[in-house]
């Protein structure tokens, strides 16, 4: 199914966002260990969407990172227009001068992360730890909006309890105190995505607050895209799996039948490779290989045989069998599956 010209038009209209202008509303969501520079070149070679984030990167570290070394706060200049920073941390003051280093450096804006549920994260009251304690959460925001001048956004999940009308209270709060968009994943901290998202929390979300609410969880098609913008009223998508498997689908999904990417086999050749390039270019080869082999994962979900490309690419020793495999899986005109094999997508 292709996107309606009137879905498509919507997702092409820019949106104000604080004081500054996002040019579309299909957003690249922050995923840890894979938006990074490398797989956000690759994004910017088919476009199509209105802004990218980074992986969370941790507040105590970012005031003194170099982003010569740092695996994550590493950026091309040129993406710096649409590109937001996602900070991680448990205090305001700390994140607050994080905040100040992101927009000295040129982002288009800072992202606090309230959605993370990782235990590693949130025993540090970090993440979607802080969703426990509503007022440390607008403090931290509310610190973060006087620390900067940049669009400050939030990203959150629906809480500890399946409560809606908990995170229409959140979403209230967040905007009291300052933030300037919202993307909100309607999943009950810890479930790591076993359960579906609860799509019908976000047009609550959307109802309690004037700011932008971007609506995400498990869009993985065109009909997905326009369900979630029909039946919830949310602003805007922001993809997040999706995007490591199909990174050419903002494009195509933006500009409309014929003038996006052509689909099929060459494209998906050229992405494994060009995947492979991006990460050699701008990592050391222990990187590179690790960090290729988890993006190949969701890439591979988007295959029938999949599993097979997936556990070769795994079991490869350097970059060089890497390349073998992809030579020999694409040979074969692999077929593509309709949605992503789930059992590779967690
Ligand atoms: C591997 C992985 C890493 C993630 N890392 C982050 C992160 O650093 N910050 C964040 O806010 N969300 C993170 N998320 C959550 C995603 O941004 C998104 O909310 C989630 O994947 C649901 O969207 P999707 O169904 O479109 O993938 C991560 C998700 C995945 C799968």
Redesign the pocket.
Known sequence: MNISPEIRHFLNTPIRIGGRSAPGRLLI??????THVAFRELMAHFGGYGLLFT??CSAKAVPHENPKHSLVFRWRREELPNLVC?LFGADASIMAEAARRVAAEGFFGVDI?F??SVAAVCKRGAGAALLKTPDRAGAMVAAVRKAVSVPVTV?YRTGWADDPGGAAEMARRFEDAGADALTF?PRVAPDR?TRPPRWEYIGRVKEAVGIPVFG????FDAEDVMRMLQTTGCDGVS????ALSSPWLPAVWTRGPGAGPPVGNDLYRFCAKRMMDLMRAHFEPVTALRRYKKWALFFAAGFRFGHRFSADIRGAKDIDAICAVIDKFFAGDPERNPRPNMHLFR
């Open positions: 969501a922050p995923m840890a260990g894979y992986e969370m996602q992360n959605g993370c990203k994943h995505r995400n969880g498990e869009v993809i997040g799996r999706i």
